[in-house]
């Protein structure tokens, strides 16, 4: 079902409360949606046994969706040292489902992410799902309940975006610079 498509990325938004998940699968050039969801973590008292249920999640979607990349949101810097060691857990326990079956990760940060999507690295969450709702072409019904989902999918569709961009040369800045690197090719 999903060989159908030249490539298929998983976006993954860690998180200790709530993990969001989304998987785009890209065909002729173009990114679909293919699902997005959230793992609720806050029922679990202890932190290792959420960690073991990112775990889980993450392997049972890389065998279920078989992506060829991964594409993960970077903990942002808080004030809260506790709260960023978790935050770095959970994500290094997400990355590490994917690793164990050879998927490549890329990092984004948080303003990368809603650049790619709205323009604005400052965008909210309610634009960035707004903004894959119109791109995607979601349905109202379809968009889910937790921004963590619609955040997570942005992840995926941020790096189909950056891994698509031609790849830039380091040309000359001007004129004369092209000149002065290039004299054979000026006539005097």
Not at 45 to 52: A, V
Not at 60 to 77: N, T
Not at 126 to 154: C, N, S, Y
Not at 163 to 176: D, E, F, L, M, V
Request: net charge positive; with cysteine.
């Amino acid at each position: 079902m999903y060989e159908d498509f030249d490539k298929i990325i998983i976006g993954i938004d860690p998180g200790t409360n709530v993990m969001g998940y989304g998987v785009v699968g890209v065909k002729r050039k173009k990114p679909l949606a293919i699902t997005m969801g959230v793992l609720k973590l806050s029922k679990y008292e202890d932190h290792y046994m959420r960690l073991h249920r990112i775990y889980e999640r993450v392997t049972g979607l890389v065998a279920q969706y078989l992506p060829d990349e991964m594409a993960i949101e970077a903990p942002f810097f808080g004030k809260n040292v506790q709260s960023m060691l978790k935050l770095g857990r959970a994500q290094g326990v997400a990355m590490a489902a994917a690793l164990n079956r050879q998927i490549p990760i890329t990092e984004y940060e948080p303003r990368k992410i809603k650049m790619a999507i709205t323009g604005n690295g400052a965008a909210s969450k309610e634009q960035v799902a707004a903004m894959l709702q119109r791109t995607l072409g979601i349905k109202q019904e379809d968009m889910p309940e937790f921004l963590d989902a619609t955040d997570a999918l942005a992840a995926a569709v941020c790096h189909f975006y950056e891994s698509s961009k031609p790849i830039q040369t380091h040309g000359s800045k001007s004129w004369k610079d092209y000149v002065a690197h290039h004299p054979d090719k000026v006539k005097n």
